[in-house]
């Protein structure tokens, strides 16, 4: 029993610094540091390179208020809608034009979408960039 539990502690010691040999190390050495274990020598950890930039993705009907894109997507997903929904935004053109078109209850119903870009390193509170896509019913 002290055997495996002695394992399972440098087993996530391990783990621990091969990830921060591939990015605090980077950042603090200047270079990465070569652990010699085979499934950590290439930087293969799940969180070697950190997105510095993230869209947010919102909409909001004629009243104004925004609502969390997540919302318009039937598809159940508990605890990562937004997870997904933004990930099918960034990697489909046609996503965000098709789910908002699902959306519309009425010829004269309006959605406007907002995509607010942050810069993670800079500013999380403000958005670096900001755009809109509007889509209506057809009449």
Known sequence: MK???AFVVVWIALAVAGALAHT????????????????LQYGYV???????????????????ERHDLADLDPRPAFGYKSARVALDAMFSATYVRDLCNRALTSRDDAITIFIDGYQVDTDRDKPAMSTTEGCRGHR
């Open 3 to 5: 055997l495996r539990r």
């Open 24 to 39: 605090v190390a980077e950042r603090v050495v200047g270079h990465t540091i070569d652990l010699g274990l085979p499934h």
């Open 46 to 64: 799940m969180f070697n390179a950190n997105p510095r930039r993230v869209p947010v993705y919102t909409y909001a009907h004629a009243d104004g």
